[in-house]
Nanobody, 123 residues
Framework: QVQLQESGPGLVKPSQTLSLTCTVSGDSITTNYYYWSWIRQPPGKGLEWMGAISYSGMTYYSPSFKSRTSISRDTSKNQFTLQLSSVTPEDTAVYYC???????????????WGQGTQVTVSS
């Protein structure tokens, strides 16, 4: 059974770059034909799919985040990472990593998810 675990700083200052890592166990991030996503949920709001990296290393981004987001992977560590630049307090959210056969994840009932990590943007 696949397991995903997010890690990274819980507090980031405005204008800095947020970096999160998702460590995967129980499966390889190169397994056909899965997509590995980052999703967030700001307080009081719905889920926001940010982007994904495929089993082959292709990346896909939501238009809402494309200008500030980069997703990469380290296959030797079975990890994939999110970088979100120029953060503001509006980027405060619970950030999740997830896996699915679809590129875009819309609901928590879709795919396999990590437990999430709280990130607060504040000076």
């Amino acid at each position: 059974q696949v397991q995903l675990q997010e890690s990274g700083p819980g507090l980031v200052k405005p204008s800095q770059t947020l970096s999160l890592t998702c460590t995967v166990s129980g499966d390889s991030i190169t397994t056909n034909y899965y997509y590995w996503s980052w999703i967030r949920q700001p307080p009081g709001k719905g889920l926001e799919w940010m982007g994904a990296i495929s089993y082959s290393g292709m990346t896909y981004y939501s238009p809402s985040f494309k200008s500030r987001t980069s997703i990469s992977r380290d296959t030797s560590k079975n990890q994939f990472t999110l970088q979100l630049s120029s953060v503001t307090p509006e980027d405060t959210a619970v950030y999740y990593c997830a896996r699915d056969l679809a590129i875009v994840i819309h609901t928590t009932t879709q795919g396999d998810w990590g437990q999430g990590t709280q990130v607060t943007v504040s000076s």
